[in-house]
């Protein structure tokens, strides 16, 4: 991927993009899945980057849906040991100004403000959230509705995606796609255009216009 680049809107991922709540996350739903007796290892390889709902109701369909979404909603509230930062975050942050900028997770409002007040993040102007769409992540509806909240065409703006069905979802959007390899392999990110290993690895120059030049840190 070309940089430096100039960008209308940054848009971003949170689990494994802003912070890591891996260790808990995979604990919460390693035991739920046993709970519910199925494959945990086929539920591991596909749960990440897409909303609960959509999990479980794609691996337990026998299950009632609003049931388990409240028990595994509570657990995840209250399990909060091991998430962090992702390394250079806070640093980028700071960088932004007044450069238009949004969250888009698939995980729900709740969730998503208790671990980044866990981690001491403020949230962003603007916030997508799994419930905020019909359709989650692989499908373009939440980084749509993110480039609208934000008043910014699509293909003006730039994703930061940690998973491939983000990363898929961005795309399909048609937005340009920065991946972290923080949840999975480079392999598994190759639909971006472009793969860090953490946020040291570039830097956002806020231009008088509101728009950000985003470069890499050796250049």
């Known amino acids: 991927m070309p940089l430096p680049a100039t960008f209308d809107a940054l848009l971003f991922d949170m689990d494994g993009t802003l912070i890591d709540s891996t260790p808990c996350v995979e604990r919460i739903?390693?035991?739920?899945?046993?709970?519910?007796?199925?494959?945990?290892?086929?539920?591991?390889?596909h749960m990440h980057g897409v909303r609960g709902v959509d999990t479980?109701?794609?691996?337990?369909?026998?299950?009632?849906?609003?049931?388990?979404?409240?028990?595994?909603?509570?657990?995840?509230?209250?399990?909060?040991?091991?998430?962090?930062?992702?390394?250079?975050?806070?640093?980028?942050?700071?960088?932004?100004?007044?450069?238009?900028?949004?969250?888009?997770?698939?995980?729900?409002?709740?969730?998503?403000?208790t671990r980044l007040d866990y981690c001491r993040l403020a949230l962003p102007p603007v916030q997508v959230y799994g419930e905020d769409v019909a359709h989650g992540k692989p499908h373009p509806d939440p980084y749509q509705r993110?480039?609208?909240?934000?008043?910014?065409?699509?293909?003006?703006?730039?994703?930061?995606?940690?998973a491939p069905n983000g990363i898929r979802s961005a795309k399909a959007a048609g937005m340009t796609v920065i991946a972290l390899a923080t949840s999975h392999s480079r392999d598994e990110l190759a639909e971006a255009d472009a793969v860090i290993e953490d946020w040291h690895a570039l830097r956002f120059v806020p231009g008088p216009d509101g728009r950000v030049l985003v470069a890499w840190e050796a250049a």
């Open 29 to 45: 739903w390693r035991q739920w899945g046993a709970e519910v007796e199925i494959d945990v290892e086929d539920l591991m390889a």
């Open 56 to 113: 479980i109701a794609r691996f337990a369909p026998h299950r009632d849906l609003q049931t388990e979404f409240e028990k595994l909603l509570q657990r995840e509230l209250t399990d909060l040991d091991g998430t962090v930062t992702i390394t250079g975050i806070r640093e980028r942050l700071a960088e932004l100004g007044h450069v238009r900028h949004a969250i888009v997770t698939s995980a729900p409002k709740v969730i998503a403000e």
């Open 146 to 162: 993110g480039a609208a909240l934000l008043g910014v065409a699509p293909g003006n703006c730039l994703a930061f995606e940690d």
